[in-house]
């Protein structure tokens, strides 16, 4: 053996882990990799691609989906490697073809992009040398293998793995995990160049491995077959399985804090969650495949079952299996049905397949907790409920990380675990999420309490008030104070906190959130009166904006009484300006008013008015005119309210409820605020909570663009030095669709985007504000002062500070600069400064949150004047012609790469004939879905041809060159329209796969 990568301490560690095999080595785990493995040779020898047969996509599908069940591989990549529509038929069971998926994947989500997959001959090529007894062929394989896009190290090394189980290890994040800085080994930056040296040794001069290759994916087969040498093992299925249990040390104290979780566990609780699962499991049983709504609604009832207080309450997986999560199941009841039936019935050796389909296709609600709960009441002793709290937990007293991605095998693994803590304290089944939530919690002083997450209302929290209700003395409250801080102080205090965290400051930064001011005290102000009873029966906190008092704004309120638990939105009494306020906005926009008074009578809300607000009565709300009736009450609520059973069973779950309802509610008391915008209240009604939208990333950004993420990270930086930007270069470089792309990225947190297109007749009164003409009583003309789009702009951004606001400005150099922007050229640069406007004689500034992005076509001679007046304000981003860009566009499009280098030559040729580069042609003329031979010469004739003779006025004689027939004949180009499309592959028809 050469010399030791590894120092002496790190072969210890591993020695001494290695002769404890209890602690890691599960021998049906070791069959069932070696097994995958034999499949794995064997579907590649049947397959016919080791003597010389190139392989499709399907079958490529099948070699990736056994190495699934081995590691924990990515889902996101697998479409760029395996194709879309090969991934989507064997991982979600589609049916149907190309241009089926095409248009169900845009109606979906919006997706436009569609992936061919690798190239066919290259991956077949490279499982071939991969294959090889030869390790120079292994090598070179390799290297292909990984620089195929979607593929990476752990298909690399899963090939490798698989078809050489005694020499190479699979390279992933857990058999990395020991190695990095923060694992168990610790391994150096020169013991990792080491490893790297070491792997390069193995393969003769003649092989030029790129570094790529060497470093993400030898260097780390180095170290495991130091591990491998060191610990000697008898194959890498052993080795890897292993290094699975070796990702991190467990905490001194895990052995103690499991202990003492187990203690913790009382024979009721397992009593109580025994006989509601024996009930769910006679439920799917007897209705298998076809559970009714309510069936399924009281089948999520009984996995939420468990011990609460000093009965039983329904809070064992909140907010998981209740409202929204549980609705979208229900809604779904079909396809919810048709997968019950399959985690029930399906073998479980292949669970681990099936679990990744659904993961995959995804189910609305399901996430993780769904299907292991169907899994651990069809089998508790082999199956447990898997949240990502849970294994969070289980990890902290095992070695090993969670799992980065919802895959069956990482399923799997996290099974294991859990059956592996059991049998280390010998706990039930029915208790393994008690056990594991215990393990993570912490207990709290009473002065940490106020603050901590809220886990819902027990029924003494009524009781207390109702007995407080008919004791209502000093005496009685100081015998019952710590029963009241328990009941009823803690969760209200928790539930202010956490809807101060989810939803008020995140929704508007301006709503009071202290409990010092939002939360009630439960002592009354009896004014001298000592017969007066001292306490108030009931507790209550609201959300108001911080200019105005409690009591003189509009509230979003809980409040807790004997007898129930409300919430809602109220104006009282002394609000009477900021109702004013909302009252003249509903007259005015009475189609804003019906969109938003649609949503909260369709969400329920019961409408209460009334002379005070503790004399509410309820009200007819059938129109937008009954509506404007309400609100002009003298005081008035829209509310909900829940029984004390009703709020018990919601548990946790309350809290999302009224998040939920909030959110509703919130887009009114926005209308109760001077020049709202009609924009920024549909905005709020359209918004949804986290889980709901993907947020625009700049990956994302160059994808759909087909730049470089670093294009998009320099316009970031650009934006930190000054917050205008102009995208600058000749016609047909797609400036306009990239700063829209863009716009829409930077506005995407509630924000807006708005644009404008410049030219010579624009001005000041229609950019910034201006006099415009209003028939007054008489007839005669009066005039108002109207603002302009950039005035408005800037008014919404000031009432949305957290949000940006984008004015993109097309073709900014076609309008006169100094004339439409006025002082505004100071403000752009001075943002902190204020300035009066000449026609309302208000001050006026930009607020930080508005970005200005500009488009400026580099041909027109105007951008020299242009230049010198903005220079100092906007940063300038080139935009050139690019033939890689059309290149992307064109493999998206399945369009002849010959059109790229027409493209390419045709610059060329005009920087020979004396073309400045602000005047080439741009690549987005040719970017067209309607590109063929006959559009080709459209373009050539109508866009291409006339921007030459504009060029060329002075010289006709050289425009002759770049007449189409003429050109191509003179470069020796041809568009090769006639080319054979990729194969269209369904990943099931081949003949080997019958």
Known sequence: MPSSILNPEQHQILLERAQDPGSWRDEPDLERRRQVGQEFVQSVERCGVLAGKKIDHGQLVEFVELQWQIQNLNPVHMPK????????????????TKEDLKAEMSGESGVKHFYEGA?????SEAIRLIASDSVDDQGRGA??????????????????HLLHPGHYGLVNSPTRAPFQNDGLLNVSSAQRKTARDRAATWFSETVDLSSDTLGKVFRWEALLREVFEICGFEDYPTLDQFLWTLSTEPAPDSDDRLRKAVSEIELENTQIRRAAETKARHLIKNNLGSLSAVQLSELFTLINTCKAGKGVGYVRFSPAFVGHNANQLIDNLDETNEWIEKLWTTADEDISTLLSHLWTKGLAGAGQS??????????????????????KALYSVLSGTPAKFKTGFNYLQYCKGVRQLREKENFPPEMHDFVLSLLISKKKSDSEQATSEFAGFSGDAFKFLSDLERNNSVSWFGDNKQRYEQTVSQPIRALLADLSKDFATPRDPELETSPKKCLARINRNTFGNKEAAPYNTFLWFAFFRKQFSR??????????????????????????????????????????????????????????????IKSLRQAEINSVADFASFVQATAFELRRKLSPQEVV??????????????QLLYPLLRMATPDVSPGEVVKLQEATDDNETEKITIGQLAEKTHLEEGFFEKLDLCLKDKRQLIFVGPPGTGKTFVAKQYANYLAQYGGDVRTVQFHPSY??????????????????????VEAGIFKRLCDDARASPKSTYVLLIDEINRGNIPRIFGELMFLLEHRDEKTELPYSKKPFSIPKNVVVLGTMNSSDRSIALMDLALRRRFHFMQMEPRKEVLLAWIEENHKPKSVAEIFDRLNVSLRDAGVEEDRLVGHAHFMSVHLDEDFMSLIWEATIMPLLKEYFFAEPEKLKQFELEQFMSATGLTATFDEEEPEDVDGLDTEDNQ
Request: charged share 25%.
């Open 763 to 784: 001005a000041y009164e229609d950019f910034i504000e201006g006099l415009r003409p209003v028939p007054s009583k008489t007839g005669a003309a009066t005039f108002e």
């Open 143 to 160: 290297s292909l293998m990984f620089h195929l896009d979607g593929a990476g190290s752990a298909i690399t090394s899963g090939f490798l």
């Open 370 to 391: 769904f299907p292991s709960a169907i899994l651990y009441l069809r089998n508790p002793e082999e199956y447990a409920v898997w949240t990502s709290n849970l294994e």
């Open 649 to 662: 069973e919601r548990g946790v779950s309350l809290k999302n409820d009224i998040a939920e309802d909030f």
């Open 119 to 123: 190239d066919m001959d290259v991956c």
């Open 551 to 612: 009591t003189t704004d509009g509230q979003l309120f809980v409040i807790i009484s004997p007898d129930r638990l409300k919430y809602g939105l109220c104006f009282g009494e002394d609000a009477g300006e900021v109702r004013g306020t909302l009252v003249q906005t509903v007259r005015n926009q009475e189609l804003l008013v019906e969109s938003v008074l649609n949503s909260l009578k369709s969400a329920g809300f019961e409408f209460r008015s009334g002379e005070d």
């Open 81 to 96: 490697l395996l194709g879309s529509l090969a991934y989507k038929t064997h991982f979600a069971n589609f049916q149907g």
